[in-house]
C-alpha cells in the first residue's frame, strides 16, 4: 500500500490565506478554528479517516507523529509504519489536538474491518451511479463516491464487474448492519489472513461454534486469542465480533477473536475524543424542548446541550440515522459524550467538470467555487498522487464531493473528496460540467445552484415540467437539481435538468 499524498496542500496552513479559507469553513476540527492561540482544546482520541499526511490528518488536526518511535502503526493486517496508511483508512489517534488545528500523536492504531473475498458486486440499480453494494463474506458494503478506492476504480466498480482479488475494507459498521466503507483496496488472495466482522446471529460453546451472517466460525478454545477482555462465555451475549484466521468455504478457523470496530471509540485515560461515524439512531429531544436530547454514534450515546454548537448547515432534525457526522465532545461515562461540536461529514453537494483555475486553496469547476480544508482527500482514479498544488488546470475532469456553505452571499463547496480522472479530457468535455446542489433561485430563463447562474429552457428539464419545479419551490420545498451543463462563452447553459428524487425512476 502507497501513500497517495505525501506533500499534502496542508502545508499552505502557514500561510494566512490557507487559514482564512479554513476558518470561514466553520465546524469542529477542520474549521471554524480559533487560530489566535495554540492551546489545546483536547486531549484524548480521535477517529476518523485519514485525509492527509505531513504528518496525518484526522478529522481535520495536522497530528504531528515525530514522537512516536519510527512512525509505528498498531495494528495486526500489515499495516505497520505511517507510510502503510493511506486516505479514507479509519485511524484511531491517541494524544492531544490545539485550537490552531494542530496536535501532537502519541500512538496510531489501525484494524481492517474486512478482508477476504467479494462474493458480488452490485451497481445502484437506479443507474444513477449513486453507490455501489459489495457482499464480502456474507457482509453488506456500501461503496459511494467519498469512499476511496484503490487497486481498482470507482468507476470500475459502477460497472459490476466480478472481482477476483480479495479486498481490504475500512468501514463503519451502520445500524441495519451493513458496511459504509470510507476505504477499499484490492489485494492478492490469502485464504490463511482473512478477517471477518459482522452481528452473530448463533453461538454454541458446546460446539465451539458462532454464526455471523453466512459465514460458520469455528474455534479451538485452547488455541484461539480473545481480545479486549473477552471470554469465550461472553460469545453468547454479544452483539457483534470481529474474527482473523483461514477460510474454507463458509467456514472460518478462527485464530483471534475480538469485539467489533465499535471498540476503536473507547474512552482512554484521557476525556475528550474528536470522531467521525455513522449515527446508529436518529435525535430524539430529553423533554418537551428541542435540548437538551442524544442519539448514538459508534457504540456510543452522544448528548447534545444547549452549550452544544451546531455547523451551520446542521441542524437537530438533520441528526438522522445513516449520517455521516464528527463529533468533538468529552466522555461523562464510559459510554456517554457530551458533545460540544458536530459537524456534518456526509456530502450534499457535487460539481464535475475541468478545472478552470486555482489558487489559495481555492479552486472552481463549472463556475462552482471548491474551498479545501484538511478534512479534503485528494485523490487520482488510477491511485496516483495528486496534491492541491498539482491539480491539473484547464486540461483534465476532477469530481468534487462535498458539503455546501454559505458564507455572507457567497456559496461554495466545501470540498471532502476531489478525485482527477487518469485521462485528459477531450477538447469538447472540457465545456462541459455536472453539478448536484439545492435550488436557490429559479425564473422562467435560469436557475441559479451553487453559486451559479444557469440559462435554462423548459426543455432542459427531465421527468419533472419547468411549471412544477417552480411551483414547488415557491412553496417553500427544499429541491436538490442534477444539472448537466456546457459553457458558452461567458454563459452557462443546461442541457439537462432532473430532481434528485427521479434518479430511483
Given at each position: 500500500m502507497t501513500r497517495q499524498l505525501r506533500n499534502r496542500v496542508f502545508e499552505l496552513l502557514a500561510g494566512s490565506m490557507a487559514f482564512g479559507v479554513i476558518a470561514a469553513c466553520g465546524g469542529a476540527g477542520g474549521g471554524g478554528l480559533d487560530v489566535?492561540?495554540?492551546g489545546i482544546r483536547g486531549t484524548g482520541s480521535s477517529v476518523g479517516p485519514v485525509s492527509g499526511f505531513g504528518s496525518v490528518f484526522v478529522n481535520g488536526v495536522k497530528f504531528n507523529t515525530d514522537g512516536i518511535p519510527n512512525q509505528e502503526v498498531e495494528s495486526n493486517d500489515g499495516v505497520q509504519l505511517e507510510t502503510d496508511l493511506s486516505e479514507g483508512m479509519i485511524l484511531r489517534v491517541e494524544g492531544q489536538w490545539r485550537d490552531d488545528g494542530t496536535g501532537t500523536a502519541d500512538r496510531l492504531s489501525y484494524d481492517d474491518t474486512l478482508r477476504g473475498p467479494v462474493e458480488q458486486v452490485v451497481a445502484d440499480p437506479s443507474g444513477a451511479g449513486e453507490f455501489v453494494t459489495l457482499t464480502v463474506m456474507g457482509q453488506s458494503v456500501r461503496v459511494d463516491g467519498q469512499t476511496v478506492v484503490r487497486g481498482t476504480t470507482y468507476a470500475t466498480l459502477l460497472g459490476g464487474s466480478p472481482i477476483s482479488d480479495h479486498v481490504r475494507v475500512s468501514a463503519w459498521r451502520q445500524a441495519d448492519g451493513s458496511y459504509r466503507a470510507g476505504y477499499i483496496e484490492t489485494i492478492s488472495p490469502d485464504l490463511t489472513d482473512v478477517e471477518l466482522e459482522g452481528r452473530v446471529s448463533a453461538a454454541d460453546a458446546a460446539q465451539n461454534e458462532v454464526t455471523i451472517g453466512t459465514i460458520t466460525v469455528q474455534y479451538d478454545e485452547s488455541a484461539v486469542s480473545f481480545g479486549s477482555g473477552l471470554t469465550e462465555a461472553d460469545l453468547a451475549n454479544i452483539t457483534a465480533l470481529e474474527v482473523e484466521g483461514s477460510l474454507a468455504g463458509n467456514v472460518l478457523t478462527a485464530v483471534t477473536i475480538d469485539r467489533d470496530d465499535a471498540r476503536r471509540f473507547r474512552r482512554n485515560n484521557a476525556g475528550d475524543i474528536e470522531f467521525t461515524a455513522t449515527i446508529d439512531s436518529s435525535y430524539t429531544p430529553s423533554g418537551t424542548t428541542s435540548r437538551p436530547g442524544e442519539f448514538r454514534m459508534g457504540d456510543l450515546t452522544v448528548r447534545v446541550t444547549e452549550t452544544t454548537e451546531l455547523d451551520d448547515d446542521v441542524t437537530l432534525a438533520d441528526l438522522t440515522e445513516g449520517l455521516l457526522v464528527q463529533v468533538e465532545g468529552s466522555f461523562i461515562s464510559?459510554?456517554?459524550?457530551?458533545?460540544?461540536?458536530?459537524?456534518?461529514r456526509d456530502?450534499?453537494?457535487?460539481a464535475e467538470g475541468v478545472i478552470s483555475s486555482a489558487a489559495d486553496s481555492v479552486f472552481f469547476v463549472g463556475g462552482v467555487?471548491?474551498?479545501v480544508s484538511p478534512t479534503t482527500t485528494f485523490t487520482v482514479e488510477d491511485g496516483s498522487d495528486v496534491t492541491f498544488l498539482t491539480l491539473p488546470v484547464g486540461s483534465t475532469t476532477v469530481e468534487v464531493e462535498g458539503v455546501e456553505r454559505q458564507q455572507g452571499t457567497d456559496t461554495f463547496i466545501e470540498a471532502l473528496k476531489v478525485e482527477v480522472d487518469d485521462e485528459t479530457a477531450t477538447v469538447a468535455d472540457r465545456d462541459r460540467y455536472e453539478l448536484e446542489g439545492k435550488l436557490t433561485a429559479i425564473t422562467p430563463s435560469s436557475i441559479m445552484i451553487l453559486g451559479v447562474s444557469i440559462d435554462a429552457a423548459p426543455a432542459s428539464y427531465a421527468d419533472n415540467s419547468q411549471a412544477e419545479v417552480i411551483n414547488r419551490f415557491g412553496?417553500?420545498?427544499?429541491?436538490i437539481l442534477e444539472v448537466e451543463y456546457s459553457r458558452d462563452g461567458n454563459n452557462f447553459i443546461a442541457d439537462e435538468i432532473e430532481l434528485e428524487e427521479n434518479d430511483d425512476d
Open positions: 489566535a492561540d495554540g464510559e459510554t456517554v459524550v457530551e458533545a460540544e461540536e458536530i459537524e456534518r456530502g450534499n453537494a457535487k467555487e471548491v474551498r412553496n417553500g420545498e427544499t429541491l
